[in-house]
């Protein structure tokens, strides 16, 4: 019985030292790599071995670390010092009282997934305004859809849907061939996806060439990489991004941003007014664009459209007309539109039912909503900073409708919803 007591001992000393991504319900989705990414709330100390003898230096708030080797209380990890990387170890305790963990897994411009690809001149703002169905810039029957899956670094492949083809690279076409630019597996190329605009082009890594149609009304490669007026408007075909290896939190604290200002002017406080600190009305937008749309928006673009257009509070926050703006101002280019804003769940779950997303003003703070499970009668939330008394995870949160209703810190004041737009 002795032995008994001192192992059930030892098993909850090493449960209290795992890494567990909080909190109290079912996650969203599981971390896709074994690496763990956190963010330095305090000033951290990291030491040269398992000893707090020997003591590196103390690295600053916002500082990104990852976490390379678990042994016992100890961490091992990684991070970067003006420019240079460096590693060291930190205590578990250390870890888990300074440290918030993130989703580290590449930003990619558009989550894997089925999409169409419509031929498209480049418009600027300007010829926006004046574009109609009969223009020339307006529509093209010129299209495909293809499946699109990362392959790390920037880069995909490309599959069509309708004949299984893979899109090649033009390093292995000839002169004689050079239509043919769709072929098997063993052929696929990889590509970047360069955005402009509304724009995607269509790059090959090995060349930097781009896919354009021809004269012809052929597909081909340009023999230049210079092509800068013309690409794809491109629109999600199968749904939300809502699968387990694709769904993804973008947090308010990770390090690419975490520390950046979101304001104008000079920051006169780091310690806040940043996007850690601030930035949920900014980041709950950002998880519902992407989630619905597959498709990814740099932060600081919306950052600095609310800051221009007086939607930033400082020391507050973000202004919730900023939601219905943002689709105004973005929702052609990315392929999505303002329907309406509501504080009923009754509504909430009809919305997402449809293929629909939310923005949810909770107490101080606001969170992506997107989606609903039938069987589970619970609601899937993306909140950009989890909190102890939020209880949510970076991993995204099922929650119960009592919880939307009625809980202290998760009640939802006021719903903005996001429809998908072709």
């Known amino acids: 019985m002795k032995q008994l007591r001192i192992s059930i001992r030892i098993l909850i000393f ?70 240079e990387v460096k590693e060291g170890w930190i205590t578990s305790g250390d870890f888990y009282s300074d440290c918030l963990i993130y989703d580290g897994r590449d930003k990619q411009i558009m989550a894997d997934g089925d999409y169409l690809f419509q031929w498209r001149k480049y418009l600027s703002e300007e010829q926006k305004k004046l574009n109609d169905s009969s223009s020339e810039n307006a529509g093209s029957n010129d299209f495909f859809t293809a499946r699109v899956v990362y392959t ?34 063993k052929n696929a190329g990889s590509f970047r996806l360069v955005r402009t605009g509304a724009i995607y082009k269509i790059q090959d890594i090995l060349t930097g060439r781009c896919l354009v149609l021809d004269t012809d009304g052929q597909f081909r490669f340009n023999q230049t990489n ?41 920051n006169d406080d780091p310690e806040s007014n940043n996007f850690c600190t601030s930035g949920c009305g900014i980041f709950s937008t950002l ?21 221009k257009k007086e939607y930033r509070v400082e020391d507050n926050g973000t202004d919730s007309e900023f939601f219905k703006a ?18 009923s769940i009754g509504d909430l779950k009809k919305k997402l039912k449809e293929g629909k997303v939310a923005i949810g003003h909770v107490p101080g703070h606001y ?6 499970n039938p069987k589970t009668k619970k609601y899937l939330l993306l909140d950009s900073h989890y909190l102890p008394k939020r209880e949510t995870c970076p991993y995204g949160d ?3 409708r009592s919880v939307l209703e009625e809980s202290d810190n998760l009640r939802s004041y006021m719903l903005y919803f996001y429809a998908l737009t072709n």
């Open 326 to 343: 943002a689709a105004g101002k973005f929702g052609s280019d990315y392929g999505f539109s303002f329907d309406g804003e509501s504080g």
């Open 398 to 400: 099922w929650v119960s």
């Open 14 to 83: 090493f449960l209290l030292l795992t890494p567990v991504a909080v909190m109290a319900y079912p996650h969203g989705y599981k971390r896709q790599t074994d690496e763990i990414y956190a963010i330095a709330r305090h000033d951290l100390s990291v030491y040269y071995d398992e000893s707090e003898d020997d003591l590196i230096e103390y690295i600053p708030s916002f500082t990104g670390i990852k976490v390379i080797e678990i042994d016992g209380s100890w961490r091992r990890i990684e991070y970067r010092i003006k420019n």
């Open 287 to 307: 998880n519902a664009i992407y989630t619905l749309t597959g498709q990814y928006i740099d932060p600081h673009i919306l950052a600095d459209y609310a800051v």
């Open 152 to 185: 790390g670094t920037d880069s995909f492949t490309i599959e069509r849907t309708d004949t299984n083809q893979y899109l090649r690279s033009p390093i292995f076409l000839g002169q004689k061939a050079s239509h043919k630019v769709w072929g098997s597996q």
């Open 367 to 372: 969170i992506a909503i997107v989606d609903y």
């Open 226 to 266: 210079d092509d800068d007026e013309a690409g794809f408007r491109v629109t999600r075909t199968c749904g939300k991004v809502l699968d387990q290896r694709n769904l993804k939190l973008f947090a308010q604290f990770d390090a690419d941003w975490a520390k950046d200002y979101y304001g104008r002017g000079k």
